[in-house]
């Protein structure tokens, strides 16, 4: 039997022309680039870890079209950790800032009733 892949992703087995051609068509799925993820990242929470998600989500693409679904797993999962990554650090930075404002608010409040 031979093979041949075709840069569409679908992969076409056929028998030797003396068995009849028989040609097997098979679907491969490319593995998910998370690009929704980093997209969102981008809007709503962190633009630095966002955009790199991004291109790593465009590359993962990329690679799954040229075949290397490997490739295209590894950075799509680094697109996603590079996503969660940016989710996380932007919660801990709005923490970090409620705690510096509200202390300072309490410390203002407390000057104010002990002078005034």
């Known amino acids: 039997m031979q093979q ?4 569409n992703n679908t992969v076409v087995v056929t028998a030797p022309p003396a068995a009849g051609g028989t040609v097997i068509i098979q679907q491969r799925l490319a593995p998910s680039n998370y690009l929704a993820l980093a997209i969102f990242v981008t809007l709503c929470c962190n ?8 291109i790593l989500s465009v590359l993962s693409s ?33 923490i970090i800032v409620v705690v510096v404002v509200v202390t300072a608010a309490k410390k203002a409040v407390d000057t104010i009733n002990k002078y005034g």
């Open 4 to 7: 041949q892949q075709q840069s």
């Open 47 to 54: 633009l630095l870890f966002g955009v790199i998600a991004i």
């Open 62 to 94: 990329s690679d799954a079209d040229d075949g290397d679904y490997e490739g295209a797993r590894t950075k799509g999962k680094i697109s996603m950790g590079i996503s969660l990554a940016g989710i996380i650090s932007t919660i801990i930075i709005v």
